[in-house]
Each structure stands twice: as C-alpha cells, then as structure tokens.
C-alpha cells in the first residue's frame, strides 16, 4: 500500500509503534490522505447513528416515567420500577413461556427437517430430479408472510381446506382451528416448516457437495452400505455447517418470528399465542404506554443478547465455531 | 452410462426416497395451486366449498379479477410498493456498498471499529417503541421514507458485500490511485462491476425484502393512500375487511369476497414467482457467500 499509508500503519497491530501515534493524530492523517473514502464512510456512519444508536439511547425511556409529548429531559428518572411492574403484571409469566415455548418448539421440530431433507435429496441418483424438488422446495420462501399467514388462516378456518382434510378424517372438531388455543404451537411450527425447510437445505447441500467423493468409495470398496455411508461421511462431513446453524439459531431464542404471530394469533389464544414482542406492540403502540414497553422489549433484547453470548461461547469451547 | 445392478435394498430405498420427495414436493406446490384454482373459481360455488380445490369451481371464470381491476385500492398499494422497491433497493445497494468498502480498507486506522460499530447492532437494538419515537421525532412518520431510510443498510448483507470486496485484490486500488482516481471512482467502476453477481444476490433479498414488508408500514404509515400492497393485503386476508376495497370501487366486492381474497394473493405474490426463474441460479451462491465467514 505505497500511496495511502505510512510506514507505522504497514503493521497496525503492533500495539508499540501505534503507541508512538497517536490515535487522532494518524486519523486526522488518514482523513486528509483520502478525503473521497470518508465521505463514503459519512452517511453510514450517520445511517447507523440514527437508525441504531439513536434509538439504543431512546431505550432509556424504560427507567423513566415517560409521558409522550413531553420533551425526555423533563421525564422523571423511575429506575428499575417498569421492569417491576412488568413482573407483577399477570400476563408476564404466560408471555414469557410463551415466547420459550414457540421458539423452542420451532428449533425441536423445524431444526432437523431442513438436514434430513438435504440427506435425502443427496441420495437420489437422478439429478435432474434432484434439481426440480429442490428448486420447488425452496419457492415458499419468498412468498410473503401476509400472504402465508392468510393462506394458513384461509385453509383451517371452517370449511377449509386443512379443516376439511382433517375433519373428515375424524382428527378435529368442525370449527376454526385458530380459535383453540392448543392447536396455536402446531399451526405456527409446521407452517413455519413448510415456508422454510427447503431455504434452509440449500447450506447443507451446499456442505453436502463439497464432501469429497474419494471418501464415498474408500467406504464402498471398505463394504459400508448406503445407511452406514451417511452416518460415518455425510453426517461428520456436514457437521460443521450444522453446528454454525444451530448456533445462529439458538441465539434467536428469544427473536421469536412475532409478525407471524400478529398475523395469525387473536384475543381467543392469547393465553398460548403472546408472546413479547407483540406484548411489548399493544401496551405500546395501541395502550401508549411508551416507557413500560420499551422496558419489555428492553428485557427481550438484553435476554436475546446474552442468549447469543451464552450459545457462542459453549460453542466456542467445545467445538472451536465462533459467530465472530 | 449404466452402473452395476444395485441390491434389492437399495432399489427399494431409492424407490422410497423418491416417493417420498415427491410427495414433499406436491405438498409444498399445492396450496399455490389451491389458491391459484380458487383464483379462477366462481364466488358462489367457492363459498360453498368444503376441503381442497383442485380445479376451477364451478367452471373458469375471471370475474375476481376484473373486480380488483376495477377497484382503486389495489392498483394504488401496487405503485407505493413498486416506489419504495425501486428507491428502496437503489439505497440499499448503494448504502451496502459504501460500508463494505470502507471496512475493507485495511489501511485506516478506524475501519475496524466502524466494522466493530456496525456489527453491534446485529446483537443489540432499542426495541420497536424507541424505534417509533425516533421515526416521530425525524419527521419521517407519516411518509414513504420511513420505509426505506431506517432499513438502508441489513446487516447480513452488508457482510455478504463485504466478503466479496475482501476478494478483489488490492493491487487494482493501488493502481487505480496512482492513475489519480478517487475512491468513489474506484467503488462505482471496479468493486461494485467485480461483484455483480453478489449485486444481483443483495438485489433480490433487498428487493423480495421490501416487497414483502408490511409490519414498518404497519407502523409508521397512517395515510391509507400510502399503504403498499402488503399491508393492504394484510387488511383483505387477515382482518377478512373487504369495505377496504368496497368504497372505492362501483362493483359490490362482498358478493364475490372469497374469490378476491384468492386473486389478490395471486396478484401479490405473481411478480415474485415470475422473477424467481431468473433469480434463483444467483441466490444459492448469495446463500453460501453468506454462509462463509469474512
């Protein structure tokens, strides 16, 4: 880098010949040197001031008595008394579990199938096949969740076409099934499933392909059959592709995918469908109570981030796979 | 070129796997065919029906239709939609790139902490409520760009970008600064045209993204003849209000409300699943570059 930096910058990380610049001083040089790169650098930087920082400092409302309309400097300072109110509030345990229970049951049925598809479809001798399945597989992806949310309500309200199937069968009442509360979880997973099981394969297809196929004919010639070829080559050869994904995952515990639960949920299943987000969107938006929501959704990304924190460094440990 | 005989275990496992993908794959088409037969149906034998659909009801008809062409609502939600797509998605690129560049030149001193800064946010936000407030405060509420301004830059697209413009050797700046060019010069003709084809991957999320969004619009849009297609069809299918439409337009809409209800899904989600063809050869690679680790 000849033109556009200095001597000391060539090993930046060398913490003894930065110490010798100062920090501003070799900015200030930085800046002067390329001026066209910081005014690339200038409307990200305030896209993220604004848009993020901004409102990470707005999430202070939380510990205060904020009154909307009222300039935030004059808000009384209330300290921790909205998250209290929240835990004596009768609905926090049922949201709480609830947001646990949606996204856990989601990871439980929906984390596996995207493999299990993957393995299958790396079976089938026919490529061609292969392609179309894979490539119908993955259409509902992009089909938005409005759409999806009323299709799903569309086919299990009385006479539809889910409704039908089942009732025939014997399986169900002849009602809506979005009205029980117990049918909530299943509708919101299995649906959850069919929209992104085949999205989700394509990483381990991907995993899947990259396996060299030296190793598929060591085992055939060493006798394995199909089964065993699996267990002891695919399976150890998308491991680590599972393991970053199961990850990604597990750090969203607490991100469960609310505007699919506004879309679908109604005062009838509050009790197995609120979860906090939307919790955090009706006390605030539709009852204005800014500072006792924002002191929920507060709750929620704080929880979300150590969730995240806990999840990579177990797995930092034990399998070396860092997020960063 | 035909292969040795395979055992009797494997032919029946074969066999078995492709049935059963295959039924995957009919179960995954068919509630798109339900809709899309439904679409075509008569209203009254519609209503009537019970279970699924598997041809046009009552024989094919396009009278849906011609009523959601003759309403105002509709085609209006179309334009806000397309509006904010296209200038959403031209922010989008432009903004995503701008980061990507900066953090990838190594030689400043502060593009590690503005990439420390920008990840930040993907693990940490201030919520829905101070997200409102700020949009209140910036005067944004209320207009077309407050669904495209707060969601300029996606944070998993931005490190798709930025892997891609870490593949580009360095020498082409280097010689391009020598020849006098400045580092906007530089973005627009040689990173930006190196990294088409992951332009065309950001592209399509951005733009799928923004065509599917409803819940800012939700949010921050107040002036119905603001409200994008979504958010329109969010009115028609989830909260079952077809007045929605009914005033605007000459036709009595309740009459054939649940074959509308069908033909705007088609109608919402055809542009998508027309452009898919295209598309999707790119976004498998857009998926695995995301998968890669920068």
């Known amino acids: 880098m000849s033109v ?29 040197r390329s001026p066209s ?45 909205n998250f209290v109110d929240f835990f004596r509030d ?12 949606i996204s856990v049951s989601s990871i439980v049925w929906g984390f596996p199938v995207p493999i299990v598809f993957a393995l299958l479809l790396n079976e089938l001798r ?25 299709l799903l309500r569309t086919f299990v309200t009385t006479d539809g076409a889910i409704t039908g199937v089942l009732y025939r069968l014997g399986l169900v009442p002849n009602e809506s099934l979005l009205n029980s509360p117990a049918n909530f979880v299943p509708l919101y997973v299995v649906s959850g499933i069919w929209q992104e099981f085949g999205y989700g394969a394509i990483v381990y297809i991907a995993a899947l392909l990259s396996i060299n196929t030296e190793l598929y004919e060591a085992a055939r010639i060493d006798g394995c059959g199909r089964a065993k070829q699996v267990w002891h080559i695919s399976l150890p050869g998308i491991a680590p592709t599972i393991i970053a994904m199961l990850l990604l995952r597990l750090g969203q515990v607490m991100n469960v995918g609310f505007e699919k639960v506004m879309l679908l949920y109604s005062p009838l299943i509050y009790e197995t469908a609120d979860v906090l987000s939307t919790f955090v969107y009706r006390k605030g938006l539709q009852e204005m109570n800014f ?18 924190m806990i999840a990579n460094t177990v797995s930092k440990r034990t399998s070396g796979n860092s997020l960063w | 070129m035909k292969k040795t005989k395979l055992p009797i275990s494997q032919r029946i496992f074969n066999a078995c796997n492709v049935a059963l993908l295959t039924v995957v794959s009919v179960l995954t088409l068919y509630p798109m065919w339900h ?51 296209i200038f959403g998605v031209a922010v989008n690129i432009l903004m995503t790139s701008f980061a990507a560049y900066f953090v990838t030149r190594k030689d400043q001193i502060i593009s ?24 209140r405060d910036l005067g944004l509420y209320n207009t077309i760009w407050a669904l495209i301004l707060p969601v300029s830059i996606n944070t998993f697209n931005f490190v798709i970008l930025r892997t891609s413009f870490y593949g580009i050797p360095e020498s082409l700046e280097e010689s391009a600064l020598i020849d006098g060019a400045n580092h906007l010069t530089i973005l627009f003709r040689i990173y930006m045209p190196l990294s088409k084809a992951v332009l065309a991957v950001l592209v399509l999320y951005y733009g799928v993204g923004h065509w599917n969004s409803w819940f800012n619009a939700m949010l921050y849009i107040q002036s119905r003849d603001l409200f994008p297609l979504q958010l329109i069809l969010r009115e028609i299918l989830i909260s079952n209000d077809i007045s929605a439409m009914a005033s605007g337009g000459s036709q009595d809409l309740t009459e054939i409300a649940m074959s509308i209800r069908y033909t705007v899904i088609v ?28």
């Not at chain 1, 009768?90 to 947001?99: D, K, Y």
């Not at chain 1, 490529?127 to 894979?134: L, Y």
């Not at chain 2, 998508?272 to 570059?289: D, E, N, R, T, W």
Request: net charge positive.
């Open chain 1, 37 to 81: 790169l910081y005014v690339i650098l200038a409307p990200v930087i305030a896209y993220y001031l604004l848009f993020a920082y901004k409102p990470m400092s707005g999430a202070l409302i939380a510990f205060m008595d904020y009154i909307p309309g009222f300039p935030l400097w004059e808000s009384e300072w209330v300290g921790f008394s």
């Open chain 2, 35 to 85: 809709v899309i037969m439904a679409s075509f149906s008569h209203s009254l034998p519609l209503a009537r029906h019970f279970g699924p659909i598997f041809y046009p009801l009552g024989g094919f008809t396009l009278e849906s239709y011609k009523g959601v062409a003759a309403n105002p609502v509709i085609p209006g939600g179309y334009r806000n939609t397309l509006f904010i797509v």
């Open chain 1, 291 to 308: 500072s006792f929501s924002t002191a929920v959704g507060l709750f929620n990304s704080t929880c979300n981030f150590l969730i995240l």
């Open chain 2, 112 to 135: 590690k902490f503005v990439m420390r800064f920008i990840l930040f946010t993907m693990f940490f936000s201030g919520g829905m409520i101070p997200m409102y407030l700020n949009i």
């Open chain 2, 267 to 294: 109608i919402a989600t055809v542009p998508i699943l027309a452009l898919y063809p295209f598309l999707q050869k790119y976004f498998a690679s857009g998926v695995m570059v995301g998968a890669v680790k920068g």
């Open chain 1, 126 to 150: 026919n490529r061609r096949f292969m392609r179309v399945v894979q490539t119908v597989s993955y259409l509902p992806h992009f089909i938005s969740l409005v759409v999806i949310c009323g």
């Open chain 1, 4 to 32: 556009s930096s200095g001597a000391a910058l060539q090993n930046p990380d060398i913490g003894g010949q930065r110490r010798k610049r100062p920090f501003f001083k070799v900015l200030l040089r930085d800046v002067r």
């Open chain 1, 90 to 101: 009768p609905n926090a345990f049922s949201v709480i579990r609830n947001t646990f229970v």
